[in-house]
């Protein structure tokens, strides 16, 4: 994406997706409308149709921004020499991190993921399914390496784990008891614990 800027140097780009993030999280995604955006933003619908297509184009990056951190930083935990059962742990309180960093953007993600069009929802899914499939390849290198239980499918570990993590906008609030690396440390012990021999 070009690096334009406006004379705050904020990248326009940038302040589009700012805006229509806090105003999605606020009025829900059909109920914002574009020219709210570039209103929020103080750019022209021109500026917004140069570097987005549409709205939807809005809403799927909303989510991708997010996908695109906690994929490079799952295939650094991955490709790292850690032992698998550390690893998984890392990546494991990570996604949980990086979810509650971006709340947001996961709430309204998973609120309005079915307003995307076909299209972007074949490709979110696409993204999704990716980052699974890492993190579902280290639980079986643990489950091949003899330190994760074969008793639970892979998949089934998978889904657990991403369950919680997909739920935190419900009920994670920044002002609670725990802050989010302790939700993330107790999330990431719990999946170990499911995982023992």
């Not at 570039?38 to 989510?63: P, R």
């Not at 994929?71 to 990086?98: C, F, G, I, K, N």
């Not at 993921?113 to 399914?129: D, F, I």
């Not at 499939?133 to 390496?145: K, V």
């Amino acid at each position: 994406m070009p690096r334009t800027t406006d004379g705050d140097g904020t990248p326009v780009p940038q302040r589009l997706l700012a805006a229509a993030t806090r105003l999605f999280a606020e009025q829900g995604y059909d109920r914002t409308s574009v020219q709210e955006i570039v209103e929020a933003a103080g750019v022209t619908k021109g500026a917004l149709y140069h570097y987005f297509g549409s709205k939807d184009d809005l809403l799927h990056e909303v989510y991708a921004r997010v996908l695109r951190l906690q994929q490079e930083r799952l295939d650094a935990y991955a490709d790292s020499d850690e032992p698998v059962q550390e690893r998984v742990r890392a990546a494991a309180a990570d996604v949980v991190v990086t979810t509650i960093d971006n709340l947001d953007d996961a709430s309204i993600f998973f609120r309005s993921m079915h307003q995307l069009s076909p299209e972007k929802n074949k490709q979110v899914r696409a993204e999704r399914r990716r980052y699974h499939e890492r993190f579902r390849a280290l639980i079986e290198e643990g489950q091949r390496a003899g330190v994760f239980t074969k008793e639970v499918p892979a998949d089934l570990v998978v889904d657990y784990h991403f369950g919680s993590v997909h739920h935190l906008s419900t009920w994670y609030r920044p002002d609670g008891p725990l802050t989010p690396q302790e939700v993330a440390d107790h999330l990431a012990d719990l999946l170990l614990r499911a995982l023992r021999p």
